[in-house]
């Protein structure tokens, strides 16, 4: 399905770009630049909401991706934006991205075998 795919690079671009700008960056640092936590909170926010419009169908073939862990991170941060724990979000972007960022590829790799052969 056409909306998978889009859905599914767009959550593999902004995890890199999570893992990216964060390659360099020890939790201090995160920690006293308010742009920095800004932008990668944005950009959780648009991986989880990624994982949610994916199809249920593709979501339940890949059981052992942590999908709902993704959306429910989304909700976490929209719904409670002034009670977040900064070393919770740190830790999430340098732990659990760079796993579905795999998970995710992989995913890409099975469903649309033919699209992006350098991924």
């Given at each position: 399905?056409?909306?998978?795919?889009?859905?599914?690079?767009?959550l593999?671009d902004?995890?890199?770009a999570?893992?990216?700008?964060?390659?360099e960056?020890?939790?201090?640092?995160?920690?006293?630049d308010?742009?920095?936590?800004?932008?990668?909170?944005?950009?959780?926010?648009?991986?989880?909401?990624?994982?949610y419009?994916?199809?249920?169908?593709?979501?339940e073939?890949?059981?052992?991706?942590?999908?709902?862990?993704?959306?429910?991170?989304?909700?976490?941060?929209v719904?409670?934006?002034?009670?977040?724990?900064l070393?919770?979000?740190?830790?999430?972007?340098?732990?659990?991205?760079?796993?579905?960022?795999?998970?995710?590829?992989?995913?890409?790799?099975?469903?649309?075998?033919?699209?992006?052969a350098?991924?």
């Amino acid at each position: 399905m056409q909306r998978d795919l889009l859905r599914l690079v767009e959550l593999i671009d902004t995890a890199e770009a999570i893992a990216s700008a964060l390659s360099e960056i020890d939790f201090s640092r995160f920690e006293e630049d308010e742009l920095l936590h800004d932008g990668i909170l944005w950009r959780l926010m648009k991986v989880g909401e990624a994982a949610y419009q994916l199809s249920d169908e593709l979501r339940e073939r890949y059981p052992e991706v942590e999908w709902h862990r993704a959306i429910g991170f989304r909700n976490r941060i929209v719904h409670g934006y002034f009670d977040l724990d900064l070393e919770l979000i740190y830790r999430t972007a340098v732990e659990n991205v760079p796993v579905l960022l795999a998970e995710a590829t992989r995913v890409l790799h099975a469903e649309f075998p033919t699209y992006g052969a350098d991924r």
